[in-house]
Every structure is written in C-alpha cells, then in structure tokens.
C-alpha cells in the first residue's frame, strides 16, 4: 500500500474518533453545567476547551465561557481548525481519497454522516436541538465502525484503520482524566464530596463507561476505583490498557503483512508491558497528572513512529 493511503486510512479513523470524542465531552459537560451554578458552569465548560487543547484558541476569540457560545466553537467555529464539522469533512476527504481502499459500506457511513452533521450544524446549534447533534456525532462514528468491523478484509489496510482509532481513544481518554484532576476539582477540601462523586460521574459519562463501572462495582463511585477503571482494566474498551493492547495487536499483524517490524512496533510493545507493570495507588502516589502527561507523550512518539515507519509522508 502507498504511504499516502495508509496515512488516510490512519488519520480518517483518527479524525471520526476525535470528532466522536468532542460529542461526547460537549454532552457530559452540559450535564455537569446544569447541576452547578453559573459561576461554576464556566469552570465545566473551561475544562472541556482545556480537554480538547482549546481554551487559548477560545479565549482569542470570546470573553467568557457561556454554554452555547462553547458548544458551537468546538462543533463548527471556522475560527477553531479542529471543530467537530471539520474533522468529519477531514475524515470523508481521506476516506474519498482512499476510496478503493475501503468498502462501500465504510465509504457510504462516512460520507453519509458528514452530510447529516453539516445539515444539523448549518446554522448554531441551540439547546433545544444540540442532543440530536451530539448524538447523530457519535451515532454515524458508530457506524462507520461497524461498517469496517462488518465489511473489511483483515488486512494492512484495516490494520492501520484500527491503530488510528485506538492511537486516538488512548490520548482522548488520558486527557480527561488529566483535567479531571487539575481543572476540574475546585480544592483538595472537595475530594470524596458530592461535588467530587458528580465530577467523577461525568468523567465516566464522556468515555461511556458509565454503567459498566456502576455494573461492576455496584454502584460506587471511587475515584481510586474510577481511575483504575479507565485506565488498567482490559474490559473497558476505551481503558488506557485496551487501547494500547488493541494497538500492539493491530502493529503485530502489519509485522506479518510486511515482514518487518519498526520503531512503532518496540515503542508500543514497550509501553504496554510498562502499563501491565503499573499500580494504581503507586500512580496516585507518583502523580496521577505526572503519569499521564508521561503516557500522552508516548502515545504521541507512537504514533509518530508509525508514520516514519510505514512513509506516511514521503
């Protein structure tokens, strides 16, 4: 395969993932902004442009951090490059590029849940109709996962849609909880209150994991616990270990279609034996921000390693 088309591949699951990621961070904090007062709803929806690496891109353009106002720069705002709309344009594009690449069934979910955001996201989106945009969002990304999971041959081509995605879930997850534990909470004198269960609560609601954890742990809502959730167990498929196992995975079966193995292939197995090795509490004890920010980072030589490795760019 050209390095061209595998670099479409790779980034059009990347853009869906990305585009699906800001749905569902715009929808929990919605939630969270309407259990809190004013003042503190500016705190949520701060958080949330901080998450998507945007607050400064924000501050440029507006003067306080009113609900819609937010929503709508992160979802179609021409003046934020990395807006919901543009990524799913991002994503078609690749995807039309790499049109004999990908079935007609991918290609149909992508280009058809393009036109329905643009047609939703013509206009502002208001109140009364941002839960049918933030779900048509993540309901299409669905789709188009289902399409290539359905409809693909297990070959390079969807392996590199599938380290896409779980490059990308990976970074998404550990950004949140990263914010979580630096913008979010208020003070320390607010950790264990109710105020510190609800935030939990929607840090669980933006990587839908909501009723898994509640399933599984009866109901408690640990921030111990929830961290651990997201990040070590292997059942939870946007957990930090199952997208770094899935991701090892997919490198290993490009391994036996090229028969070769890169610098992406060493990092990778690397990281997924130090995660294995990690505790919770010894985390929380380092610095839950210090090993995440450490995480991102890898995540990020990774992914750049695949790049260099499979010449996405000549």
Avoid at 52 to 70: F, I, K, N, R
Avoid at 293 to 307: C, L, T, V, W
């Amino acid at each position: 395969m050209l390095g061209r088309t595998a670099n479409g591949i790779f980034w059009m699951f990347r853009y869906l993932e990305r585009a699906e990621n800001i749905a569902r961070l715009v929808e929990a904090g919605f939630r969270m902004a309407l259990m809190r007062g004013a003042d503190a709803a500016s705190e949520e929806w701060r958080s949330v442009l901080a998450t998507l690496g945007e607050q400064a891109a924000y501050d440029a353009q507006y003067d306080d951090y009113d609900a819609m106002q937010v929503c709508n720069f992160v979802l179609r705002d021409k003046a934020n490059p990395q807006n919901a709309l543009l990524l799913l344009e991002n994503a078609r594009n690749n995807a039309r590029m790499a049109r004999s690449s990908v079935t007609t069934e991918v290609w149909e979910a992508v280009n058809e849940g393009w036109m329905m955001v643009r047609d939703l996201l013509a206009r502002p989106a208001r109140e009364n109709n941002l839960g049918l945009v933030l779900g048509t969002i993540r309901r299409q990304s669905s789709l188009v996962r289902g399409a290539s999971y359905g409809t693909m041959l297990r070959n390079d081509i969807y392996h590199f849609a599938r380290a896409g995605t779980f490059i990308e879930r990976a970074d998404n997850t550990a950004r949140i909880l990263d914010v979580k534990y630096h913008l979010l909470l208020p003070t320390v004198a607010h950790v264990g209150s109710r105020l510190d269960t609800t935030q939990w609560d929607g840090v669980l609601r933006s990587l839908g994991g909501d009723r898994a954890y509640r399933w599984l742990n009866a109901g408690r809502m640990d921030a111990r616990g929830i961290a651990n959730f997201l990040m070590m167990d292997a059942r939870f498929p946007r957990s930090l270990v199952f997208c770094l196992d899935q991701l090892l995975e997919n490198l290993d079966d490009l391994v036996e279609e090229y028969g070769e193995e890169g610098l992406s292939h060493r990092l990778a197995r690397e990281a997924v034996a130090r995660l294995a090795a990690a505790d919770t509490d010894a985390i929380f004890d380092m610095g839950l921000h210090e090993f995440l920010i450490r995480f991102i980072s890898e995540n990020h030589e990774i992914a750049s390693a695949i790049s260099a490795d499979y010449r996405f760019v000549d």
